[in-house]
């Protein structure tokens, strides 16, 4: 079971960026996936949620609108576009597996995004 | 938005010491989640549903609580323990973390 994210990178304030999360060793269309950051030698925050089918996609107030999940389950990939991009967005970007009654319990080891100009 | 508050928000424990971390939050939740993260890598689940242990977890943890208050509880602290645990709920949207409890081996 592993998740590998993929796409970060130094990106100037007020551009876009896909970040990536493939998925391998389980049934990803199962499964709810999240996406959390971590900002430099801070906590944990949870960004967005997305459904089994991609249907249903949940965001804190601070990203939605800027944000977006999506995931290709044929690909066993998900991905979050980010747009507009600012400093505070700068972290490391985790994709985890959401299992119901239990827990995150899947993490990815995380892109690291980095916004600056 | 739940809060969730940690505390102690450092702890330096021997080995053999008992450990607890407690976490508080602004409204009631129905169920605590704990992670454990050691410097450079990805948050692991650690407890979940308030008191079970994840696979792989030694016995030696355990979680308790309820309502707003909930507690993580090492019987022996053991050199592996030293990383940063934080608590999470579920119950309300936005799921929230606490600010994480760095326990450090002394």
């Known amino acids: 079971v592993q998740l590998v994210e993929s796409g970060g990178g130094l990106v100037q304030p007020g551009r876009s960026m896909k970040l990536s999360c493939a998925a391998s060793g389980f049934t990803f269309s199962h499964y709810y996936m999240a996406w959390v950051r971590q900002a430099p030698t801070k906590g944990l925050e949870w960004v967005a949620l997305?459904?089994?089918?991609?249907?249903?996609?949940y965001y804190r107030d601070s990203v939605r609108g800027r944000f977006t999940g999506s995931r290709d389950n044929a690909k066993s990939t998900l991905y979050l576009q980010i747009d507009s991009l600012r400093s505070e967005d700068t972290a490391t970007y985790y994709c985890l597996r959401v299992n119901s009654g239990y827990g995150m319990d899947v993490w990815g080891q995380g892109t690291s995004v980095t916004v600056s100009s | 938005e739940i809060v969730l508050t940690q505390s102690p928000t450092t702890i330096v424990a021997s080995p053999g010491e008992k450990v607890t971390i407690t976490c508080r939050g602004s409204s009631s939740v129905s169920y605590m989640y704990w992670y454990q993260q050691k410097s450079g890598a990805s948050p692991k689940l650690w407890i979940y549903?308030?008191?079970r242990l994840a696979s792989g977890v030694p016995n030696r943890f355990s979680g308790s609580g309820s309502g707003t208050s909930y507690s993580l509880t090492i019987n022996t602290m053991e050199t592996e323990d030293a990383a940063t645990y934080y608590c999470q709920q579920w119950s309300s949207s936005p799921w929230t973390f606490g600010g994480g409890t760095k326990l450090e081996l002394k």
């Open positions: 997305i459904s089994t089918g991609g249907d249903n996609l």
């Open positions: 549903d308030t008191s």
